[in-house]
């Protein structure tokens, strides 16, 4: 697990800003603020960018970060942060990886252990989202699940074999319920629990469900969003869900070969692992 405390640690950092869609007056005086104080700026277009830039009164190096050199430029940008350089990167309209570069940037950068800060965007889902280190492109924003477990387990489970990246909303009292759940349905998939976004205490905890659970069972607080990895393959499903999913239709008066065949289809397993595991396990109780 990683665990980014963005304003604490000292690292250098990779500023994500976004830059108004039309009208010049509504860039935040934050963005401004940042893109005064940082190293160099990162834009798809140095010459749009510079206009931008001027409009301001920001005098600072421009680097290119386009589609077509994004790859060379992450590295690129990974090695000013060795430096000791902080970096802005910005988009020639909008916000950075929402159609626009910036992927392949964070991460490097992530996976290089630098800071990647969001600034507003007046939506904590995509200021999370895009500093997250997992796929920007295509995700589907799904906000609070059913404070009832088996409610949640139910809303999940229609979740599972989306492909996309799935982002959450959570609150702390909730959050260790809500994660084990995801853990039992979804599986130990890629996670980021983001925290406290563009406060003084900002945080970003990278890593498994399993690892963020774990986390957040030792210290939860603050309104959190939640990014899920979407389905790459077949999820990792622990034996003991399995076993309790059969279960629950043996319980409801179904023979053993029925149980298996509805639990496959719920978890999305193949039907003859869970026969074989409910067959060993009934091997070993005799």
């Known amino acids: 697990m ?24 509504e860039m935040t005086p934050r963005a401004i603020e940042v893109l005064n104080s940082v190293d160099v700026i990162a834009c798809e277009d140095t010459r749009t960018s510079g206009t931008l830039l001027k409009h301001f009164g920001i005098r600072k190096k421009l680097i290119a970060c386009q589609n077509f050199n994004e790859a060379n430029s992450a590295k690129g940008i990974a090695a000013l942060l060795e430096q000791g350089l902080n970096v802005a990167l910005i988009s020639d309209a909008g916000y950075p990886l929402i159609s626009d570069p910036g992927q392949r940037v964070v991460d490097e950068v992530t996976s290089a252990g630098y800071n990647v800060v969001p600034l507003s965007g007046p939506n904590a889902m995509l200021n999370a989202l895009v500093a997250s280190g997992l796929i920007v492109q295509p995700f ?42 995801v853990l039992e349905v979804l599986g130990d998939r890629k996670c980021c629990i983001a925290r406290e976004i563009t406060k003084i205490h900002e945080e970003f905890l990278r890593g498994t469900v399993s690892e963020l659970l774990e986390a957040m069972k030792e210290e939860a607080r603050g309104e959190m969003v939640v990014i899920i990895e979407g389905k790459t393959g077949e999820t990792v499903i622990s034996e003991d869900t399995i076993r309790e999913t059969v279960g629950k239709y043996l319980a409801q008066g179904m023979r053993t070969s029925s149980a298996v065949k509805e639990a496959a289809k719920e978890l999305g397993l193949n039907k003859n692992r869970v026969y074989d595991l409910v067959h060993e396990k009934e091997d070993e109780a005799v």
């Open 140 to 181: 589907v924003f799904i906000g609070f699940l059913p404070a009832s477990v088996s409610e949640c387990r139910t809303k999940l489970q229609t979740y599972r074999d989306y492909p996309m990246t799935m982002v959450f909303y959570e609150a702390p009292h909730r959050i260790v319920k809500m994660l084990s759940t």
């Open 2 to 25: 990683q665990r980014q405390k963005s304003f604490e640690n000292g690292r250098c950092t990779l500023y994500l800003v976004p830059t108004p869609i039309g009208n010049l007056n």
